[in-house]
């Protein structure tokens, strides 16, 4: 099955910009979708479809990517920004099944 | 406003079956639009996709998982399961259950899981 790799963390000052990567043979045929994590609670979408924001997320939030790598950027950094960021795509196996990305903890410094 | 919400029991015994039902509300998982999905994620770890099932009762699993899972619809009271048999301190976890969206772009579908439940504590031990 396919896995996607992420960095484990990255740090930001507070209202800098900030770029996590996914990378993984399933994003050359599949849309990325990347999901917030916060602790203690459920993940939610905040990019879907490789860069495209749900209602209600943040237009600092944007996604990007080109073959096998996918970037969600937060530009503009705010201390509730901090969280857990999970990258996810169908599989390229064949089958319709899913795979995570193993998360990257980002801290607002 | 679509919700989901997990439940079953909190604490499952080694080797016995892990039970979990999902409940939706504010749309009908019969609805041909979605698939209905099951994701874990361990104390401290990243998420693990479980499997989804379609509209049509059918399901597709994570190959890890496969040999131990059933996931099954109850359109009537308008919920989903899962089934993970033979359950080991392996399989604690907290457990989601999310919908998959989807549509077409360019050519090409695309999935994201837009709704999710807040998640339940599932622990296996004796």
């Known amino acids: 099955s396919s896995e996607l790799t992420q960095d484990p963390a990255v740090s930001v000052a507070l209202g800098q910009t900030v770029r996590i990567t996914c990378q993984g043979d399933s994003l050359r045929t599949h849309y990325v979708s990347w999901y917030q994590q916060k602790t203690g609670q459920a993940p939610v979408l905040v990019i879907y479809?490789?860069?495209n924001r749900p209602s209600g997320i943040p237009d600092r939030f944007s996604g990007s990517g080109a073959g096998d790598i996918a970037s969600l950027t937060i530009a503009g950094a705010q201390a509730e920004d901090e969280a857990d960021y999970y990258c996810n795509s169908r599989d390229s196996s064949g089958n319709h099944s899913y795979v995570f990305g193993s998360g990257t903890k980002v801290t607002v410094l | 406003q679509v919700q989901l919400q997990e439940s079953g029991p909190g604490l499952v015994k080694p080797s016995q079956t892990l039970s979990l039902t999902c409940t939706v509300s504010?749309?009908?998982?019969?609805?041909?639009?979605?698939?209905w999905s099951w994701i874990r994620q361990p104390a401290g770890k990243g998420l693990e996709w479980i499997g989804l099932?379609?509209?049509?009762?059918?399901?597709n699993y994570n190959p890890s998982l496969k040999s131990r899972v059933t996931m099954s619809l109850d359109t009537s009271k308008n919920q989903f399961s899962l089934k993970m048999r033979s359950v080991t301190a392996a399989d604690t976890a907290v457990y989601y259950c999310?919908?998959?969206?989807?549509?077409?772009?360019?050519?090409?579908?695309?999935?994201?899981?837009?709704?999710w439940g807040k998640g339940t504590t599932v622990t296996v031990s004796s």
């Open positions: 479809a490789k860069s």
């Open positions: 999310a919908r998959i969206n989807w549509n077409l772009i360019h050519y090409y579908y695309y999935y994201y899981m837009d709704v």
């Open positions: 099932i379609y509209t049509s009762g059918s399901a």
């Open positions: 504010g749309v009908s998982i019969s609805s041909g639009s979605y698939y």
